[in-house]
């Protein structure tokens, strides 16, 4: 079974941007991302911190997997 990567928060925001997202705000730690795809705003929101629990990934990674399909964003989240 792959195993979760440990990513920190600027990798993170480096995997969604490469699917489109930006940065739209930022309030302490945490960034907003968001991207117009067929006239609708999708928006997520993630910590900057220097490593991501494992929980909070796989958190960040079901919310993502709403706009972007799993089989495409688990190559960037699992090894």
Known sequence: MPKLRRLAGRDLLTILQ????RQVSQRGSHAKL??????????LTGPLHAELDPGTLRAILRQASRFISESE???HFYT
């Open 73 to 75: 964003l688990r190559p």
């Open 18 to 21: 490469g699917f489109g997202f």
């Open 34 to 43: 968001a991207r117009e795809v067929g006239g609708a705003r999708q928006v």
